[in-house]
């Protein structure tokens, strides 16, 4: 008896899983789908130095001159007719990402990559480097030992190896901020969400949730990407307002019927609400082969030629006789894609078909090539 009512509440349990993947509502919270106007990174870029190679550093004179503005900046006076040729040493640019809010004194991490004629930075070490933003203040001072995903192994003879890049590493918490992050949220009454994807479907949902959720009509939608939330009088802590605003789960919008070809890599990939109308579809390859057949001559008896051999070419010419398919109007996405595998058509000719679909007016989707 327990063993039949466990089967039935097994039963029960998947059934119960099928409905919920089979119900079709994607509910997500607003943090998955929508971020806050101004809450973003900003990029830092630097100048610096990597010292410690095994030979593999550069071989210019910029890379020189900047090792020498270095020395004299540590207080070492080199003689003017004195020029250190140093492969050990190479040129770099320093970049990172400053996240939202940082503060003074939080580590973050740097990309190192080489604008020289290094040829490996493995095992190399960054000098102290300033990082500037855009506006040319220094925000955070980085430095420290590179970690290396490449390889590069060269030979005498010219051959090589390498794996990955080896001109291209990074620093965990290499960099120290020294200058807060914008705060962007400071002694604003309004805050304001953007949805990664425009719609003003799930614009207006957005809005409708969080007036649910708070209880008062603070939110409207100003457009298609941005909710508009007004900050309400008793709420002091911004940080639990928000807290509880991305938090709020919505059903999105569904997306506008679309088909997206990747002509470089052949991908297709067709969206929910796809439909073709009725038309007739003819698909047929056109193969070319060329096959080299090499020929001797014989020089003709008492001549005083000599044997030659020739290539001769052999063209063929075939292309499939495939019939006229005539699609139906289809209203899945299963009977579309059913349809067009029935023409038997690789991904390239099925990028032919969709565009000739669309352009004869059968085909309801917007058609993005990439």
């Given at each position: 008896m327990?063993?039949?009512?466990?089967?039935?509440?097994?039963?029960?349990?998947?059934?119960?899983?099928?409905?919920?993947?089979?119900?079709?509502?994607?509910?997500?919270?607003?943090?998955?789908?929508?971020?806050?106007?101004?809450?973003?990174?900003?990029?830092?870029?630097?100048?610096?130095?990597?010292?410690?190679l095994?030979?593999?550093?550069?071989?210019?004179?910029?890379?020189?001159?900047?090792?020498?503005?270095?020395?004299?900046?540590l207080?070492?006076?080199?003689?003017?007719?004195?020029?250190?040729?140093?492969?050990?040493?190479?040129?770099?640019?320093?970049?990172?990402?400053?996240?939202?809010?940082?503060?003074?004194?939080?580590?973050?991490?740097?990309?190192?990559?080489?604008i020289?004629?290094?040829?490996?930075?493995?095992?190399?070490?960054?000098?102290?480097?300033?990082?500037?933003?855009?506006?040319?203040?220094?925000?955070?001072?980085?430095?420290?030992?590179?970690?290396l995903?490449?390889?590069?192994?060269?030979?005498?003879d010219?051959?090589?190896?390498?794996?990955?890049?080896?001109?291209?590493?990074?620093?965990?918490?290499?960099?120290?901020?020294?200058?807060?992050?914008?705060?962007?949220?400071?002694?604003?009454?309004?805050i304001?969400?953007?949805?990664?994807?425009?719609?003003?479907?799930?614009?207006?949902?957005?809005?409708?949730?969080?007036?649910?959720?708070?209880?008062?009509?603070?939110?409207?939608?100003?457009?298609?990407?941005?909710?508009?939330?007004?900050?309400?009088?008793?709420a002091?802590?911004?940080?639990?307002?928000?807290?509880?605003?991305?938090?709020?789960?919505?059903?999105?919008g569904e997306?506008?019927?679309?088909?997206?070809?990747?002509?470089?890599t052949?991908?297709?990939?067709?969206?929910?609400?796809?439909?073709?109308?009725?038309?007739?579809?003819s698909?047929?390859?056109?193969?070319?082969?060329?096959?080299?057949?090499?020929?001797?001559?014989?020089p003709?008896?008492?001549?005083?030629?000599?044997?030659?051999?020739?290539?001769?070419?052999?063209?063929?010419?075939?292309?499939?006789?495939?019939?006229l398919?005539?699609?139906?109007?289809?209203?899945?996405?299963?009977?579309?894609?059913?349809?067009?595998?029935?023409?038997?058509?690789?991904?390239?000719?099925?990028?032919?078909?969709?565009?000739?679909?669309?352009?004869?007016?059968?085909?309801?989707?917007?058609?993005?090539?990439?």
């Amino acid at each position: 008896m327990m063993e039949m009512l466990k089967t039935t509440y097994a039963k029960m349990v998947f059934f119960v899983v099928l409905l919920l993947l089979y119900s079709g509502v994607r509910a997500e919270r607003l943090k998955d789908i929508a971020s806050v106007a101004g809450v973003r990174s900003n990029p830092l870029l630097g100048y610096g130095l990597v010292v410690g190679l095994d030979g593999s550093g550069d071989d210019n004179n910029f890379t020189q001159q900047s090792f020498k503005t270095m020395l004299m900046r540590l207080g070492i006076q080199l003689p003017p007719n004195i020029n250190p040729q140093s492969k050990n040493v190479a040129a770099v640019v320093v970049h990172a990402e400053l996240p939202p809010f940082a503060k003074p004194g939080q580590p973050i991490d740097v990309t190192v990559s080489s604008i020289g004629n290094a040829k490996s930075l493995r095992g190399g070490t960054l000098l102290l480097s300033p990082l500037k933003a855009a506006n040319g203040e220094v925000v955070a001072m980085a430095q420290g030992n590179i970690v290396l995903n490449g390889l590069g192994v060269s030979g005498r003879d010219g051959s090589q190896v390498k794996v990955n890049v080896p001109v291209v590493g990074r620093i965990p918490n290499g960099a120290i901020v020294e200058v807060a992050a914008p705060n962007a949220l400071a002694g604003t009454n309004k805050i304001t969400y953007l949805l990664h994807r425009s719609d003003f479907t799930t614009a207006k949902r957005v809005a409708e949730a969080i007036n649910h959720r708070l209880q008062q009509p603070l939110a409207r939608a100003l457009d298609g990407t941005a909710i508009e939330v007004k900050v309400p009088k008793a709420a002091s802590n911004r940080v639990s307002l928000l807290s509880t605003l991305e938090n709020v789960v919505l059903e999105p919008g569904e997306g506008a019927a679309k088909i997206v070809l990747n002509a470089r890599t052949g991908t297709v990939v067709v969206g929910k609400h796809v439909t073709v109308g009725p038309a007739a579809v003819s698909h047929g390859n056109l193969t070319v082969t060329i096959t080299e057949t090499g020929v001797v001559n014989q020089p003709q008896g008492g001549s005083q030629g000599v044997t030659v051999l020739t290539d001769q070419s052999n063209i063929g010419i075939t292309q499939a006789k495939n019939k006229l398919l005539v699609l139906s109007p289809g209203p899945t996405l299963d009977e579309v894609v059913r349809a067009l595998n029935t023409v038997g058509a690789s991904p390239s000719d099925l990028m032919a078909i969709l565009q000739a679909l669309q352009q004869a007016g059968a085909l309801q989707a917007e058609l993005q090539v990439i």
